[in-house]
C-alpha cells in the first residue's frame, strides 16, 4: 500500500475511532459537492453546507465478509449495552491493518442513544445462536459484543473526491477551525452503502 493510502486510512480511522472535542459526525446524504463546499442533508433531516479542509480525504466503506472477523483482526464495533451490561454489534469495522491501534479502548458513542464504541483486537469468535461472540481485548480491559448475522460488517479502502456525488451516503468529520467548522473527513458508502457507523 503506498505511503499516500496509509496516511488516508490512518487519518480516516479516526472518524470512527475517539473524536476530538472539536469535532463532529454528521451522517447523510450528499446534495452538493462542487470540489470546495460539501452540503449535506443530515439523517435528522437538517442541512448542513461544509468548505472543505485543505488536508480534505476521502474513504470508501465496502461490505466484506463476516469471516473477516478473526482472531487476531483489530476492529471497532458501535454496540448498544442492555440492562446487565451485556453488547450488542450495530455494526463491525474491520481496520485495514495500517490502522492498527487506532483509537484503542471502549468509549460512549453516538450512532444511537445510549451506543458505545469500542476498538479492540480480536482476541475469541465464537458462534452463537443467530450469530457470533466475539471477545476483544484493548489496552485497559476486555469486552464480549454478540454480533447478530444481520449486522453489517464493513471495511475501508482509500476513496477520491470524485465518490462524492449527490445521493452518495457519507459519514463526515467536521472540526472547527478559526471558529469555522470545515469538513475534514468522509466515509463515502460503496454502491450507496449506508455507512454503519
Known amino acids: 500500500?503506498?505511503?499516500?493510502?496509509?496516511?488516508?486510512?490512518?487519518?480516516?480511522?479516526?472518524?470512527?475511532?475517539?473524536?476530538?472535542?472539536?469535532?463532529?459526525?454528521?451522517?447523510?446524504?450528499?446534495?452538493?459537492?462542487?470540489?470546495?463546499?460539501?452540503?449535506?442533508?443530515?439523517?435528522?433531516?437538517?442541512?448542513?453546507?461544509?468548505?472543505?479542509?485543505?488536508?480534505?480525504?476521502?474513504?470508501?466503506?465496502?461490505?466484506?465478509?463476516?469471516?473477516?472477523?478473526?482472531?487476531?483482526?483489530?476492529?471497532?464495533?458501535?454496540a448498544m449495552p442492555a440492562a446487565d451490561g451485556a453488547l450488542t454489534a450495530l455494526e463491525v469495522l474491520v481496520f485495514p491493518e495500517a490502522a492498527r491501534g487506532t483509537g484503542e479502548g471502549h468509549v460512549p458513542w453516538d450512532l444511537q442513544p445510549g451506543s458505545t464504541m469500542t476498538n479492540a483486537t480480536v482476541a475469541e469468535v465464537t458462534a452463537v445462536p443467530q450469530g457470533r461472540s466475539m471477545k476483544l481485548r484493548y489496552k485497559d480491559g476486555e469486552k464480549t459484543v454478540t454480533v447478530p448475522e444481520n449486522v453489517p460488517i464493513v471495511t475501508f479502502s482509500p476513496g477520491?473526491?470524485?465518490?462524492?456525488?449527490?445521493?452518495?451516503?457519507?459519514?463526515?468529520?467536521?472540526?472547527?477551525?478559526?471558529?469555522k467548522a470545515v469538513a475534514v473527513r468522509a466515509l463515502v458508502g460503496k454502491d450507496g452503502l449506508v455507512p454503519p457507523m
Not at 12 to 32: D, H, M, Y
Not at 160 to 179: C, D, F, Y
Request: glycine share 8%; proline share 5%.
Open 160 to 179: 477520491h473526491k470524485g465518490m462524492i456525488v449527490p445521493g452518495a451516503k457519507v459519514l463526515v468529520t467536521s472540526q472547527v477551525r478559526e471558529g
Open 1 to 78: 500500500m503506498k505511503k499516500a493510502s496509509v496516511i488516508c486510512l490512518l487519518a480516516l480511522s479516526a472518524t470512527v475511532a475517539f473524536a476530538q472535542t472539536a469535532s463532529q459526525r454528521l451522517r447523510g446524504t450528499v446534495t452538493s459537492f462542487d470540489g470546495a463546499t460539501l452540503v449535506i442533508a443530515e439523517r435528522s433531516g437538517q442541512s448542513h453546507s461544509l468548505p472543505i479542509a485543505e488536508n480534505f480525504s476521502v474513504s470508501e466503506v465496502v461490505p466484506i465478509e463476516p469471516a473477516a472477523i478473526k482472531p487476531g483482526s483489530y476492529i471497532g464495533t458501535a
